[in-house]
Structures are given as C-alpha cells and as structure tokens.
C-alpha cells in the first residue's frame, strides 16, 4: 500500500493501491463513512480547499466544487 493515510477536516483517508479509498471518522470505535473506488494510483491524496487531486498510474483526477 503506497499511498499515504490522509487526513482532511475531520475524515482519515486510507487509500490502496488498486483505487480502493476508505473514508474513516477518527475516534475509539470504527466508523467507516464510506469507501469509493477510482483507477489504480500510488499517489497520496491531496486536499486544497473542496478539491482533492489523485494522480492515478495514467490521469491526474480532481474531485470537488
């Protein structure tokens, strides 16, 4: 697994190799949020503002407003 766990406001971002994002709410229990699926990437998320870009192994994705 290559890509950094991230987090960005109050949501931890657990990403895999194969495009699988695990959104998790920090805290004592487990509370998964959601989980999303994009093309394979190695790159870690980056936040800047709404957006999120991805650098997948063949797009640069950006996901928000």
């Excluded at 999120?52 to 063949?58: E, F, L, Q």
């Amino acid at each position: 697994c290559y890509p950094s766990v991230t987090l960005a406001g109050q949501y931890l971002f657990v990403s895999s190799d194969n495009g699988h994002t695990l959104i998790l709410q920090p805290g004592r229990e487990y509370k998964e949020i959601a989980h999303n699926t994009l093309e394979p990437f190695r790159s870690s998320l980056v936040f800047e503002g709404k957006r999120m870009y991805v650098r997948s192994t063949k797009n640069l994705w950006c996901i928000g407003e």
